[in-house]
């Protein structure tokens, strides 16, 4: 069973910058895809960035290219979300979670759906405003 708890989110400014962290108690993240998501009341859940077990795979939504970086830390059990130039779009909830991917990735094409992912956080808020 993997426990996910996110952190680092807050109140801030336009064009400012987050980090994002998503630290993992369990088994060990490394068989895991790790999906960074966003909740924003009005629309859909929407993932926002990925990155697969075998690291050099990741996946950024278009709204976020250039501004989001994802990376993980397998020995700390930890993943991270680098957010830059914030907009006021980007205000939402950000959950982090966990699909064991076998190296495939974890994006929508290659999973079709949020649902495939098997553990959750329960979110850390984000609030982009002047």
């Known amino acids: 069973q993997v426990q996910l708890v996110e952190s680092g989110g807050g109140f801030v400014q336009p064009e400012g910058s987050l980090r994002l962290s998503c630290a993992a108690s369990?088994?060990?993240?490394?068989?895991?895809?790790i999906g960074w998501f966003r909740r924003t009341p009005g629309k859909e859940l929407e993932e926002v960035s990925c990155i697969s077990s075998r690291p050099d795979i990741t996946y950024y939504a278009d709204s976020v290219k250039a501004r989001f970086t994802i990376s993980r830390d397998d020995a700390e059990n930890m993943v991270y979300l680098q957010i830059n130039n914030l907009k006021s779009e980007d205000t939402g909830i950000y959950s982090c979670?966990?699909?064991?991917?076998?190296?495939?990735?974890?994006?929508?094409?290659?999973?079709?759906?949020?649902?495939?992912?098997?553990?959750w956080g329960q979110g850390t808020q984000v609030i982009v405003s002047s």
């Open positions: 979670a966990a699909v064991w991917d076998y190296g495939l990735g974890c994006s929508p094409t290659i999973l079709g759906s949020a649902s495939k992912f098997d553990y």
């Open positions: 369990g088994p060990n993240l490394r068989h895991y895809g």
